[in-house]
């Protein structure tokens, strides 16, 4: 659950839906080796065996997961995911994130930016 708050507090603050990157940049491995099986074990066991446009997606997600999900859960506890409530709140308490989880955010927006 932790890792869905970091995929949506990534899409609030990138302004790109980050889930829909990843399955867009991954859609090809997900057919090759995970379409019989749940994406996050499939990711565990095949994902050196991924392309390199995949892997830098969820490299990029992971990053930002590990540096914010306990500030997501500590900001956002009771929120239920849906409806766009877990970015709501992670906009309303940006100011609360750790230094980490805001670095990892701005990190990944100067990424985005010089990918142009």
Request: charged share 15%.
């Amino acid at each position: 659950m932790r890792r869905y708050f970091a995929v949506a507090m990534f899409a609030a603050l990138s302004g790109l839906p980050a889930h829909a990157q990843v399955m867009q940049a991954c859609k090809a491995d997900w057919v090759k080796y995970c379409a019989n099986s749940n994406f996050g074990d499939c990711m565990k066991v095949h994902f050196e065996a991924f392309s390199g446009v995949c892997k830098t997606a969820l490299v990029k997600v992971a990053a930002i997961s590990s540096a914010c999900s306990n500030d997501v859960a500590q900001q956002c506890p009771s929120i239920k995911p849906g409806s766009g409530r877990i970015l709501l709140c992670v906009k309303s308490h940006y100011s609360a994130l750790s230094y980490e989880c805001r670095t990892a955010v701005g990190q990944a927006l100067q990424n985005k930016l010089q990918a142009r």
